[in-house]
T-cell receptor, first 114, second 109 residues
């Protein structure tokens, strides 16, 4: 089934630990995105990639890093987790990077940092 | 600054019509999206407006007024499955989406 998968579904993490959230899409979309969603706030863009081999910083990039070695995969790494990074993380993709492009979202990863 | 405002919560009755409003301020403007998000699930695309006017898609319609920085999502013939959060997002000059916090719509029988 075409779409976006994320792993893990949920995770409890000790503060200070390193964690990589995985995201894979099989739609051959060029653009991919990482958002975090917190109660009472809108989705906030962490990092994005307009095409394989390129990445950019979003609204809230501090404490996170990404890579885009190929079209399908866009992992998000927390180098040293802090409790404020407790959130629901959504990966998304669009066919192209552009304002009119519909973004398709993965099921999310629920992360609790203690 | 960039900002999207929408009501936090609305309640409506099954079979009725509801209008969810959204006002936006973005650096530049490249369109307005509406997404639906059921509790515990991912957002899914509903509509995109870049020109003024009403776009109708089945029971759902979306309206845009660029001069007023205003949009609304109109849901007709409400069904219980329409209970969800509705997210408004504006595309800015860098083509990034600025998201509202979402409007939680509660449908009562």
């Amino acid at each position: 089934i075409a779409g976006i998968t994320q792993a893990p579904t949920s995770q409890i993490l000790a503060a200070g630990r390193r964690m990589t959230l995985r995201c894979t899409q099989d739609m051959r979309h060029n653009a991919m995105y990482w958002y975090r969603q917190d109660l009472g706030l809108g989705l906030r863009l962490i990092h994005y990639s307009n095409t394989a081999g390129t990445t950019g910083k979003g609204e809230v990039p501090d404490g996170y890093s990404v890579s885009r070695a190929n079209t399908d995969d866009f992992p998000l790494t927390l180098a040293s987790a802090v409790p404020s990074q407790t959130s629901v993380y959504f990966c998304a993709s669009s066919k192209l990077a552009g304002a009119q492009e519909t973004q398709y979202f993965g099921p999310g990863t629920r992360l609790l940092v203690l | 600054g960039q900002n999207i405002d929408q009501p936090t919560e609305m309640t409506a009755t099954e079979g009725a019509i509801v209008q969810i409003n959204c006002t936006y301020q973005t650096s530049g403007f490249n369109g307005l999206f509406w997404y639906q998000q059921h509790a515990g699930e991912a957002p899914t695309f509903l509509s995109y407006n870049v020109l003024d006017g009403l776009e109708e898609k089945g029971r759902f319609s979306s309206f845009l007024s660029r001069s007023k920085g205003y949009s609304y999502l109109l849901l007709k013939e409400l069904q219980m499955k329409d209970s969800a959060s509705y997210l408004c997002a504006g595309a800015d000059s860098n083509y990034q989406l600025i998201w509202g916090a979402g409007t939680k719509l509660i449908i009562k029988p």
